[in-house]
Each structure stands twice: as C-alpha cells, then as structure tokens.
C-alpha cells in the first residue's frame, strides 16, 4: 500500500529565503504527483502536477523536481514571501488507487 | 468559471442525523472523489466514483454512502453509524486517472 511522508512537518524562515520541502513514497510505480496549497479552513489549490515520465515542472516561483526511482520529490521555493505561508501538501496517484496524501508540511514565512 | 462547488460550508449534526454534503462540478470530468481531513492530518478517502453509477469504498467508508446518479454531481451522506464525524469534507474531481486534481472549498461537520 502506498504510503507518502513529508518532511518537516512545520518549517519557519524568514522572508527572502530559498527553501525546500521534501516528500518521499513508497512505491516508485505511479502515474502522477502532485503539490497542493491549503490556506487555514480552506479547499486545496493544485500548484504543481509531475507525470512519471517528467523529471521537474516549473511555476513562477515554484520547482518541484521527481525521482521516482529512489520515490522522492521535492518543492522548492524561491525568494519566499509571508504570502507564501500556508501547509504544502503532496499526493501520489498509482495504478487504478485514487491520490494518496502525505500529511503536509507547515510553512510560516516571517516578514 | 469551471469548478466544483461543495455546500454548505458549515454544518451541524445532532447526534443520531443523517446528513448530506452536496458536491457539483461542471467541469465535465469523469471521475470524483470525497476525502475527510482532520486536524493535523493529511487527507483520508472516503468514497470514489470514476463512472456514473459506480463508486468504490476508500479506505475509511463505515458509516457514510455516496450515489452518482448525475456526471456532475456526487452527494456524501454521514450516516448516524459514524461515530466521530466531526471533520473538513473535501470533494475533488480529475478528467481521468492521468490528470490532477481539482479540489472544491470544503464542508466543515461538526457534531452538537
């Protein structure tokens, strides 16, 4: 069964940094992954989709690189802003299963 | 604007209710699904749906039902049988098993 972790599970920086959000799974034989943005009580915002056969997509400020052989994706995040600040959360699609979620990673960007 | 459209945004439960939270898409997407999220966790699958009329059990469908009568719309019913139901619902929706996600704004159910 797939599983998906997400490391760390909260991250504060300060505003102007680089960072990187890690995401790992378990089973390398999927189809898609997917990065998502959830502010405070509210539904998800896709930020960026990685077919299997894709090694990074790229979106304004935003890079998420797959290695699906070694079952790890990774978010980078540019010249963070306070605006950026939310929970990232990713998600694996494999086989006929539907998207399976990590638990995300709290992002607090401090101005 | 094409989207998905969850209601209500709140909702409260009495103890022993049936309740249904409404799911519309007019996306024209095949495919929908509904997942419960709780404080500090990540998204759980409740019920699937990647055709009309059929649906799949996810990994947490005791106590609730789903139906899927119409393309775009896809009602998730909690029934009394689930015993801790307070958490965020979250409909979503894909063109195929290939495509992302397109999420809905969520139906926040607490029980009173």
């Known amino acids: 069964k797939q599983e998906v972790t997400q490391i760390p599970a909260a991250l504060s920086v300060p505003e102007g940094e680089n960072l990187v959000l890690n995401c790992s799974f378990t089973?390398?034989?999927?189809?898609?992954l997917q990065w998502f943005r959830q502010d405070p009580g509210k539904g998800l915002t896709s930020l960026l989709l990685i077919q299997s056969s894709q090694r990074e997509q790229t979106s304004g400020r935003l890079n998420a690189s797959l290695d699906k052989s070694s079952g790890r994706s990774t978010l980078y995040i540019a010249a963070s802003q306070p605006g950026d600040s939310a929970t990232y959360l990713c998600a694996v699609s494999s086989g006929n299963t539907p998207l399976v979620f990590g638990k995300g990673t709290r992002l607090s960007v401090i101005a | 604007d094409g989207g998905i459209t969850q209601s209500p945004k709140y909702l409260f439960r009495k103890e022993g209710q049936n309740v249904t939270l409404s799911c519309e898409q007019n996306l024209n997407h095949d495919a929908m699904y509904w997942y419960r999220q709780d404080p500090g966790q990540g998204l759980r699958l409740i019920y699937y749906?990647?055709?009309?009329?059929?649906?799949q059990k996810g990994d947490i469908a005791e106590g609730y039902s789903v139906s899927r009568e119409k393309k775009e719309s896809f009602p998730l019913t909690v029934t009394s049988a689930q015993k801790n139901p307070t958490a965020f619902y979250l409909c979503?929706?894909?063109?195929?098993?290939?495509?992302?996600?397109?999420f809905g704004s969520g139906t926040r159910l607490t029980v009173v």
């Open positions: 749906s990647q055709i009309v009329n059929d649906f």
């Open positions: 089973d390398s034989a999927i189809y898609n």
């Open positions: 979503a929706s894909n063109p195929t098993k290939n495509y992302g996600y397109t």
